[in-house]
């Protein structure tokens, strides 16, 4: 896969669909790889007429990882101590101008997933002449009073990742039966299978654990995106144990003229039953800022 220098490291990155296409970059969450990406998600999106950008956040994949920065202490953080920041979603949103300036686009509308979806609102707050469109899907504004994840997604959320490959993919699969769409059916061979691709390509638990701790210090992004004048389209789920809804409908209250996508019995994933859907909504947003 290519890579590119940006923002001073390295983003291995891949491109779907015509260069010609509405430029579109596509943002994991927590951990995760471009490689955890539904290819057929991808060429969908390619297919109604983007140039569709994924790409491995920084610390994770093979991507620049930061372990000159150790190893957090996630006892410490869980527990409201202050302890040091490698980075932080500031830095990851820098990540992703900093791609599309490799990638020499002027602009592009940004979409993203979870922390992902916190990376896209902070690079529309620190860059709004960047962003065309923003997308935000099971994703958080950041505010304290919001619900918490259900004690059982917390678990699954902090519990380290085994380092043995056979039960590094028996603890993703578990992971993600608490976390993902109960209202969806639940497909255990393909978990399996991109769990064993992940560990494969980058098993790399302490890069999770930094990015948690840039997530948990970021704050409360709602003074900043009151400010935001960007078309923006909010996907969230009825069945999140992670991020409830109440956090959907907080991100598109927070940010002027949002709409709010809700897709009933999603969970923490994106079930290939949703694809159809969210596809359709991202492409009417991207295609009717663009004109097209």
């Known amino acids: ?4 220098r940006a923002n001073g490291i390295e983003i291995e990155y891949e491109t779907y669909g015509d260069r010609g296409g509405r430029p579109l970059l596509l943002l994991r969450g927590l951990s995760t790889q471009l490689v955890h990406w539904d290819t057929g998600l991808c060429r969908a999106l390619a297919d109604r007429g983007h140039y569709l950008v994924i790409f491995d956040n920084r610390d994770v994949g093979k991507t620049t990882w930061f372990d000159e920065a150790g190893m957090p202490d996630i006892a410490a953080l869980v527990s409201g101590q202050p302890i040091p920041l490698a980075y932080g979603i500031d830095d990851m949103a820098d990540d992703t101008i900093g791609l599309m300036d490799a990638l020499d686009l002027e602009s592009a ?3 993203g997933i979870s922390m992902g979806g916190m990376i896209v609102q902070a690079a529309a707050i620190r860059h709004p002449r960047r962003v065309r469109s923003l997308t935000s899907v099971m994703s958080s504004t950041g505010g304290a009073e919001l619900p918490p994840p259900s004690p059982a997604a917390m678990e699954s959320l902090l519990t380290p990742a085994p380092d043995d490959r056979g039960a590094y993919i028996e603890h993703i699969v578990r ?6 769409s109960p209202g969806f059916p639940f497909d255990e061979e393909r978990e399996a299978e991109v769990a064993a691709r992940a560990f494969d ?3 790399h638990p302490e890069g999770s654990a930094r990015q948690l701790v840039a997530v948990q210090a970021h704050g409360d992004r709602r ?7 960007v078309p923006t389209l909010v996907i969230h789920g009825t069945g999140d144990p992670l991020f409830s809804i109440e956090h959907g409908r907080d991100t598109a209250a927070a940010i002027p003229g949002a709409e709010l996508r809700i897709i009933e019995g999603m969970g923490h994933d994106i079930p290939r039953g949703a694809h ?4 359709d ?7 009717r800022v663009d004109g097209h």
Do not use: C, Y
């Open 281 to 287: 909504a991202i492409s009417r947003l991207t295609a």
């Open 223 to 229: 003074p900043a995106l009151a400010k935001l004048d």
């Open 276 to 279: 159809d859907e969210i596809v």
């Open 1 to 4: 896969m290519p890579r590119a």
């Open 109 to 111: 509308h940004v979409a």
């Open 175 to 180: 992971s993600q039966r608490v976390i993902g």
């Open 201 to 203: 390509r980058a098993f």
